[in-house]
T-cell receptor, first 114, second 116 residues
Framework: GENVEQHPSTLSVQEGDSAVIKCTYS??????FPWYKQELGKGPQLIID?????GEKKDQRIAVTLNKTAKHFSLHITETQPEDSAVYFC?????????????FGQGTTLQVKP | NAGVTQTPKFQVLKTGQSMTLQCAQD?????MYWYRQDPGMGLRLIYY???????DKGEVPNGYNVSRLNKREFSLRLESAAPSQTSVYFC???????????????FGDGTRLSIL
């Protein structure tokens, strides 16, 4: 079945450093890849997404890259700040009953040390 | 902007009790979803509604039922709660649920449910 593997499960960086989170997916037909940030006690919030016809997308300090051949995609956060500390989830779309759904990775807890 | 609103925020039940989790969205979205979140397992889809009047099972539907009451509201019911259903439940909505032109999902802040 469809599967998304996310690594690492925890990541600790110094403020100002970069952070990279990687995900691999199993369904070669997946065409949409969002990233969500979840703060304590809150629901996941979409921070960036990419579609399969694009290799890279950037929004200020956040970028996502997609390698369709290898079936993996990554989130890059540059110049990290303490407020970037949160749990990050990747997801990939898949087709089921002629509708689209998301399957999520297991999550990465990012800690940015001041 | 309220977005996706879930009630209640917290609930404690005894094994065998029933309850309904409520979800409402004010974004005029067509598709709605229920997920559960357990430590180390990400978010798993319980049920979804691609459009008003339709519902279908996700990855983990056993022990749950849903009702798409109207375009705005999508409820999740536990008929006979079990300790294994202790979890955080999230409702989400998206403009469209089609695979070809996938639209982002927007989440509520969750219901934290404990079953003793």
């Amino acid at each position: 079945g469809e599967n998304v593997e996310q690594h690492p499960s925890t990541l600790s960086v110094q403020e100002g450093d970069s952070a990279v989170i990687k995900c691999t997916y199993s369904d070669s037909a997946s065409n949409y890849f969002p990233w969500y940030k979840q703060e304590l006690g809150k629901g996941p919030q979409l921070i960036i997404d990419i579609r399969s016809n694009v290799g890279e997308k950037k929004d200020q300090r956040i970028a996502v890259t997609l390698n369709k051949t290898a079936k993996h995609f990554s989130l890059h956060i540059t110049e990290t700040q303490p407020e970037d500390s949160a749990v990050y989830f990747c997801a990939a779309s898949y087709r089921s009953s002629n509708t689209g759904k998301l399957i999520f990775g297991q999550g990465t807890t990012l800690q940015v040390k001041p | 902007n309220a977005g996706v609103t879930q009630t209640p925020k917290f609930q404690v039940l005894k094994t065998g009790q029933s309850m309904t989790l409520q979800c409402a969205q004010d974004m005029n979205h067509n598709s709605m979803y229920w997920y559960r979140q357990d430590p180390g397992m990400g978010l798993r889809l319980i049920y979804y509604s691609a459009s008003e009047g339709t519902t279908d099972k996700g990855e983990v539907p056993n022990g749950y039922n849903v009702s798409r009451l109207n375009k705005r509201e999508f409820s999740l019911r536990l008929e006979s709660a079990a300790p294994s259903q202790t979890s955080v439940y999230f409702c989400a909505s998206s403009l469209l649920g089609g695979f070809e032109a996938y639209q982002p999902q927007h989440f509520g802040d969750g219901t934290r449910l404990s079953i003793l």
